[in-house]
């Protein structure tokens, strides 16, 4: 069971942070078609427990219906479409009470993936 300074510091020997604060840090992959995607890792508390979220836009609002985003949500493996704002992001949550340092990677890596795919299919740029 990690603390969240302890995933920060994980995150922190194998990546290199766009932004690092208390609550909450971020990273950019760039991918080899030159695509980049920005994930921001931070924690909040419910249920009596410490979370980790992962979190990564991938377009605006106007760009995609809320009944198709329901829809989308229906074929991720790993997180789900919400609203931050007026931007959508995928967003995945685990309990540091029963998260492991090597689960960190997995959902890292799906989010940042699929806010990509779904930010090239439906914006057909690069911004988020």
Not at 4 to 21: C, H, Q
Not at 64 to 81: C, H, I, Q, T, Y
Request: glycine fraction near 4%; aromatic fraction near 12%.
């Amino acid at each position: 069971m990690p603390t969240f300074d302890e995933v920060r510091e994980y995150a922190k020997s194998r990546y290199e942070f766009s932004e690092d604060s208390a609550e909450r840090f971020s990273l950019v992959f760039e991918y080899e078609s030159g695509r980049m995607q920005k994930v921001v890792i931070s924690r909040f508390e419910a249920m009596d427990r410490e979370w980790c979220d992962f979190a990564s836009a991938c377009c605006s609002r106007e760009q995609l219906s809320p009944e198709d985003a329901v829809r989308k949500n229906w074929d991720f493996a790993v997180g789900a479409l919400a609203l931050e704002g007026d931007t959508y992001v995928i967003r995945y949550s685990l309990s540091l009470a029963t998260m492991n340092l090597a689960e960190f990677e997995l959902p890292l890596h799906v989010v940042a993936r699929t806010a990509d795919t779904l930010e090239r299919e439906l914006t057909g740029g690069d911004k988020f």
